[in-house]
Nanobody, 114 residues
């Protein structure tokens, strides 16, 4: 069955960096676009970034453009999110998702605080 295992979250000071990873299984990873979403307490889940199946084409929400970079390794069935210059408003649970597959993993908590 489809599975996403997100990792790499944690507590970081403002201005710091984190690299999130999402290991996917149960489907043909290389055939699907992948996205990162986040959900802050009391807020709706929002799409942060996405990448095409062969890494052709990326999308970033305005709030993270220039600070976050999405990438993927199809040989490892893994998608990454490099997050730099983190701000307190980036605090959320981060999830990965495959396009056209309605399934969510457990997510990984990112907390940006001094």
């Amino acid at each position: 069955q489809v599975q996403f295992v997100e990792s790499g979250g944690g507590l970081v000071q403002p201005g710091g960096s984190l690299r999130l990873s999402c290991a996917a299984s149960g489907f043909t990873f290389s055939a699907y676009g992948m996205s990162w979403y986040r959900q802050a307490p009391g807020k709706a889940r929002e799409q942060v970034a996405s990448i095409g199946s062969s890494s052709a084409g990326t999308y970033y929400a305005d709030s993270v453009k220039g600070r976050f970079t999405i990438s993927r390794d199809n040989a490892k069935n893994t998608v990454y999110l490099q997050m730099n210059s983190l701000k307190p408003e980036d605090t959320a649970v981060y999830y990965c998702k495959a396009s056209r597959i309605e399934y969510w993993g457990q997510g990984t908590q990112v907390t940006v605080s001094s």
